[in-house]
């Protein structure tokens, strides 16, 4: 049998929805059929009769919430649980709150674009695309199911969007800028690097998805604040005696990165950058 956990209404939204604080004092968001009816404010509820139940997380604070998921259409709020469904099954990500919520917005958000005919431009389309292969399909499937279940027609490169909120879920830890400052300057890397070696990268081969995979690991600990602190300077004066185009190649990448995100890259990242970019450098060549 489970035990009851009452906390006191604080606001009432709609039927669905109120804002209540806890016995700890912790102000949360209940969503449930009916868990408003006919209630006041200074009223105790049961916390089990909601559906979810939503704390203050990332750029949403609790009557942020409570807003939004009263304003958002019942319909809305069952896809945007299902696309959070779809990350954890399709790319393994946790279903939490911090992927539902920014979902349930943008898709609010995006479903009224289309419903006025407004079109917006999503610059980072190709980088998308190249970077996050998985995303981007994940993405395209979201637009298919939207407009399948909510009979819209969503712009075809709504997809863009969704695939970054699914990035963003993996790296950043919530901050969306974040995620669109790493898509950006990872394709300034491979545009770099194209033009250092005087060829271009193939984004679709093995090596270059391995190599994004590395950028993403540097960006999202420089951007954490935990750099490597190995103090492994070898590594990199073996690549520089190996490789020097590559060892030159990421002093320029971990310029890039820092200016990204206003951090200086320490000689321990430098080192696991020299490291892989040679390994790409390496492979490019065999493959010619």
Known sequence: ????????????????????????????????????????????????????????????????????????????????????????????????????????DHLTFAVRRAQEGTHIDFPLRWEVAQLYPAEASLGRQVVTLVNETLGVRLQDDEWVAFALHFVNQQWTKGDFSKTVAMTETIGRVFLRLAERWGRPIDENASSAARFVTHL??????????????????????????????????????????????????????????????????VEMNEQQ
């Open 1 to 104: 049998m489970t035990s009851s956990n009452h906390a006191s209404i604080k606001r009432i939204y709609n039927n669905n929805v109120v804002l209540a604080i806890e016995e700890d004092t912790t102000e949360v968001v209940l969503l449930g059929k009916g868990i408003g009816f006919q209630r006041r404010p200074g009223e105790s509820v049961d916390t089990n009769l909601a559906d979810q139940r939503f704390v203050a997380e990332g750029p949403y604070r609790a009557p942020q919430l409570a807003g939004l998921l009263s304003d958002a259409p019942s319909d809305h709020i069952a896809v945007a649980q299902t696309i959070t469904e779809l990350g954890h099954a399709t790319l393994g990500l946790e279903p939490r709150q911090s992927l539902m919520i920014p979902v349930l």
């Open 216 to 281: 993403r690991y540097v960006f999202a600990r420089a951007a954490s604040d935990k750099q490597l602190q190995t103090s492994r300077l070898d590594v990199l004066s073996a690549v520089q005696q190996a490789y020097p185009e590559a060892a030159e190649a990421a002093l320029d990448i971990a310029e890039l990165i820092g200016k990204a995100i206003k951090r200086v890259i320490t000689n321990d990242e430098i080192s696991y950058l020299a490291l892989h970019t040679s390994r790409l450098y």
